[in-house]
C-alpha cells in the first residue's frame, strides 16, 4: 500500500471531504481482505490567511503561495508519502514548481480530470471554476491542444460565482447560491453542454443538480484516482 500526503488548499471543508472520501474508498476497495484498513495519510495545512484566501478567490490575487506549497510538499515527502495530491483546482497554476521540488509524483487534478472526459468520451464540457482557474486557462489550454468543446462563464457570471467560492470557503453559502449555480449549469445544457464539469472543488459542498445534464465533480475525480493508485500500487 501507498502512502498520500495532501496539501490542503483554499477551503479547509473541502479537505476535510476529501479526506473521509480517500478513507472511504479504500475501505471499500480493501473490505474483501480488511475491513478494517485504513491509509496512511499525511495532511499539510497550508497556512494561508482569510485575507489571501478573499484576494485569490475575488480579486485573482496570489502572493506567497508557490513557496508555501512548495515547502508543504517537500515536508509531506520528508514525512514518508510516496506520492502527493492537491484537492484545489485553482492551485495547479504551480503544479510543474510543486513537482519540480519533490522527488515524488505529483497527481495532478486537471490531468486526471482531462483523463476521466477522455475515457466517458464526453464532447462539450461546461466549466465552473474560479475566475483565478479560468484566468490561467488550466483546462481551456488542454482542452484547445487536445480538441475538447467547452463553455465557459461570461464575466458577469464569473464574477458571482467568485462569490459564492468565497462565501463557501467560510461556510455562509445560501440557497440562491446553489440555485444561481443551478441556472448556469442549465443555461449551459441548452447551449448544447453534455456534461458539466466543478471545476472547483468547493462546489460540491452545494450538492448541485440536474434532471437534464451529468455533473462531474473533480473532488471525486481526483480521490477515484488517489484511492487506486494507493491501493493498486
Known amino acids: 500500500m501507498k502512502s498520500v500526503g495532501i496539501i490542503g488548499g483554499v477551503g479547509p471543508a473541502t479537505t476535510g471531504k476529501f479526506y473521509e472520501k480517500i ?4 475501505q471499500e476497495l480493501e473490505r ?3 475491513n478494517q484498513y485504513r491509509p496512511h495519510v499525511f495532511i ?3 497556512p494561508i490567511s482569510y485575507e489571501e484566501e478573499e484576494n485569490e478567490i475575488l480579486y485573482g490575487i496570489i502572493s506567497r503561495h508557490k513557496e508555501l506549497l512548495k515547502d508543504e510538499a517537500v515536508n509531506l515527502e520528508k514525512a514518508g ?7 484545489c483546482n485553482t492551485l495547479h497554476r504551480f503544479a510543474s514548481d510543486i513537482q519540480e521540488a519533490i522527488n515524488i509524483p505529483f497527481v495532478n487534478i486537471i490531468n486526471e480530470t482531462v483523463d476521466f ?7 462539450k464540457i461546461g466549466l465552473l471554476s474560479t475566475g483565478l482557474t479560468a484566468s490561467s486557462k488550466l483546462y481551456e489550454s488542454v482542452f484547445n491542444k487536445i480538441g475538447i468543446n467547452f463553455l465557459s462563464t461570461n464575466k458577469t457570471e464569473q464574477d458571482e460565482l467568485n462569490s459564492i467560492i468565497f462565501r463557501l470557503t467560510n461556510n455562509k453559502q445560501t440557497k440562491e447560491d446553489k ?3 443551478e441556472d448556469i449549469i442549465e443555461k449551459m445544457y441548452n447551449n448544447g453542454a453534455d456534461s458539466i464539469i466543478l471545476a472547483c472543488t468547493d462546489l460540491q459542498l ?5 434532471t437534464n ?8 475525480i481526483l480521490a477515484s484516482s488517489v484511492i487506486k493508485k494507493i491501493i493498486n500500487d
Not at 23 to 26: A, E, H, L, S, V
Not at 117 to 123: A, E, T, Y
Not at 206 to 210: A, E, H
Request: hydrophobic share 40%.
Open 23 to 26: 478513507i472511504q474508498g479504500c
Open 32 to 34: 474483501g481482505l480488511n
Open 117 to 123: 472526459i477522455m475515457n466517458n468520451k464526453l464532447s
Open 81 to 87: 508519502s510516496d506520492f502527493i495530491c492537491m484537492p
Open 206 to 210: 452545494l450538492g448541485l443538480q440536474s
Open 179 to 181: 440555485k444561481y449555480c
Open 213 to 220: 445534464i451529468k455533473i462531474y465533480d473533480t473532488l471525486e
Open 44 to 46: 499539510a495545512s497550508v
